[in-house]
T-cell receptor, first 115, second 110 residues
């Protein structure tokens, strides 16, 4: 049963803590993405990766970091430098094909709350 | 700068009452326009991709259409289970990212 999994579903962070959100996919997709969703706003891109060991900043990368050591995994770390981290975080992936465009598919999300 | 604006922000309909959601966009060369459905507390679910003006796609009670400036998501005879937030996104040629609108929250009353 192929898909994208994110864990945990809910995460609570204290001030000054770093936390890591997990994203795993078994769809054999090349590209993976992290988005942030705030109430009343569209999804905003944090980071993306097209291949293993390579990733690019999105529109709101400050205070976040990522790694892509395996094709299946793209964890996101929310650092203490992110001043307003409370949000719904979504991971997405898509296959990479130069001859056609393939849609992004999303995981179930992680809701992060700062205490 | 690529932009997407969805209207209305919220729409409440009676069961069976057909309507349309609007997605206006400006993009430097459209690669694709995407519609997603999102239920509360869940990730977006892919619905449609449209690539060029004049294109239409249908799925059950939903039909998406595309012009050079906007896309419509038509919902025919909706049911309460169609209640969700509908998201529109565009991708420019040569770009990796999607630019999302803020969504339309649709409520279908029985």
């Amino acid at each position: 049963d192929g898909g994208i999994t994110q864990s945990p579903k809910y995460l609570f962070r204290k001030e000054g803590q770093n936390v890591t959100l997990s994203c795993e996919q078994n769809l054999n997709h090349d590209a993976m993405y992290w988005y942030r969703q705030d109430p009343g706003q569209g999804l905003r891109l944090i980071y993306y990766s097209q291949i293993v060991n390579d990733f690019q900043k999105g529109d709101i990368a400050e205070g976040y970091s990522v790694s892509r050591e395996k094709k299946e995994s793209f964890p996101l770390t929310v650092t203490s430098a992110q001043k307003n981290p409370t949000a719904f975080y979504l991971c997405a992936s898509r296959s990479w094909d130069r001859s056609s465009y393939n849609e992004q598919f999303f995981g179930p999300g992680t809701r992060l709350t700062v205490l | 700068e690529d932009q997407v604006t969805q209207s209305p922000e919220a729409l409440r309909l009676q069961e069976g009452e057909s309507s349309s959601l609007n997605c206006s966009y400006t993009v430097s060369g459209l690669r694709g326009l995407f519609w997603y459905r999102q239920d509360p507390g869940k990730g977006p679910e892919f619905l449609f991709t449209l690539y060029s003006a004049g294109e239409e796609k249908e799925k059950e009670r939903l039909k998406a259409t595309l012009t050079k400036k906007e896309s419509f998501l038509h919902i025919t005879a909706p049911k309460p289970e169609d209640s969700a937030t509908y998201l529109c996104a565009v991708q420019a040629r040569g770009a990796q990212k999607l630019v999302f609108g803020q969504g339309t929250r649709l409520t279908i009353n029985p």
